[in-house]
């Protein structure tokens, strides 16, 4: 299943991809307003058996739809840094006894088809492809063994950063959080329909040039960990989103560096998912 957030008609709401439409299902049950509230009241079960009830009404043309990230109004974006082997190396960091954590805050994400923006204030604009996941059931102190059944599904992810702003210091705040500098989607898909989320590959591509890959197999602190630690600490609800981690081949360590520019596209691809792809553009 495959869900998604959007906006129509002036009008922000969510739904599931069925048969190449929308199925709104905010009209389809006016109290799940949104993704992350229909998963903390019915889970991805629930929303199934209301999909499968809507029949043919309350379908919207894709066509019609601006997409929004997954999930617009998550409580928490957590993003896990230095998470393949490759891109620590790559950055010349120590492999710590525990995943690196940074926060991002939702205004900066936009959907699928938006444009990302590069800030006036730098020209350090990276790309940064990411596995996302949602969470679908919260809780606290979850075991790894018990991590899958926390979630709900994954999508894609581009962790935009502004590498001059967050080098400023060590903590990553400032170069992660100018407002839409991400990429979220364009949809999530639900948990049931991947076998193994270790076999999904990522790639992120630059105006059609390949720039990372990766399988998930290569993450240095798997899914169910990263899970089970960032849980230790705070309280996961439905709707939260934890970026996984980025591959090595970033464009600050490449030499020139490559920066992504206004005019340019840039692509997020896991096997399995989808393509989120977004235009760069300068700010206004």
């Known amino acids: 299943m495959k869900l998604l957030s959007y906006r129509s008609a002036d009008r922000c709401s969510w739904g599931a991809l069925v048969d190449d439409q929308i199925v709104d299902?905010?009209?389809?049950?006016?109290?799940?307003?949104?993704?992350?509230?229909?998963?903390?009241?019915?889970?991805?079960?629930?929303?199934?058996?209301?999909?499968?009830?809507?029949?043919?009404?309350?379908?919207?043309?894709?066509g019609a739809a601006e997409l929004l990230p997954v999930v617009p109004d998550p409580g928490k974006i957590l993003c896990v840094g230095l998470n393949f082997e490759k891109h620590r190396i790559?950055?010349?960091?120590?492999?710590?006894?525990?995943?690196?954590?940074?926060?991002?805050?939702?205004?900066?994400?936009?959907?699928?088809?938006?444009?990302?923006?590069?800030?006036?204030?730098?020209?350090?604009?990276?790309?940064?492809?990411?596995?996302?996941?949602?969470?679908?059931?919260?809780?606290?102190?979850?075991?790894?063994?018990?991590?899958?059944?926390?979630?709900?599904?994954?999508?894609?992810?581009n962790d935009g950063s502004i590498r001059d702003f967050q080098s400023h210091t060590h903590q990553f705040t400032p170069g992660k959080n100018f407002p839409a500098t991400g990429a979220m989607g364009p949809w999530m898909v639900t948990l049931d329909e991947i076998a193994d989320l270790s076999d999904l590959e990522l790639t992120t591509r630059l105006n059609g040039v390949e720039v990372q890959r990766a399988p998930l197999s290569d993450l240095t602190y798997s899914i169910p960990e990263i899970v089970a630690y960032c849980s230790s600490w705070?309280?996961?609800?439905?709707?939260?989103?934890?970026?996984?981690?980025?591959p090595g081949g970033i464009g600050?360590?490449?030499?020139?560096?490559?920066?992504?520019?206004?005019?340019?596209?840039?692509?997020?691809?896991?096997?399995?998912?989808?393509?989120?792809?977004?235009?760069?553009?300068?700010?206004?």
Do not use: Y
Not at 33 to 46: F, N, P, Q
Not at 117 to 141: H, M, N
Not at 256 to 272: A, Q, Y
């Open 90 to 157: 790559e950055t010349g960091r120590e492999r710590t006894q525990h995943p690196v954590i940074f926060t991002r805050f939702p205004d900066t994400f936009v959907g699928h088809g938006a444009p990302l923006v590069r800030p006036a204030e730098s020209e350090s604009f990276d790309f940064e492809g990411e596995l996302a996941l949602v969470i679908g059931r919260g809780g606290r102190r979850i075991a790894p063994e018990n991590a899958l059944d926390h979630i709900a599904g994954v999508t894609c992810l």
């Open 234 to 246: 705070t309280e996961l609800r439905p709707g939260d989103v934890i970026a996984t981690g980025t």
């Open 25 to 62: 299902l905010a009209a389809v049950n006016p109290g799940w307003s949104t993704l992350a509230r229909a998963l903390g009241e019915a889970g991805t079960d629930g929303i199934r058996h209301a999909v499968a009830a809507s029949g043919t009404a309350h379908r919207v043309a894709p």
């Open 252 to 284: 600050a360590r490449r030499e020139p560096p490559l920066w992504m520019k206004p005019g340019d596209v840039c692509e997020v691809e896991v096997s399995g998912i989808g393509v989120l792809r977004n235009a760069i553009t300068a700010d206004a």
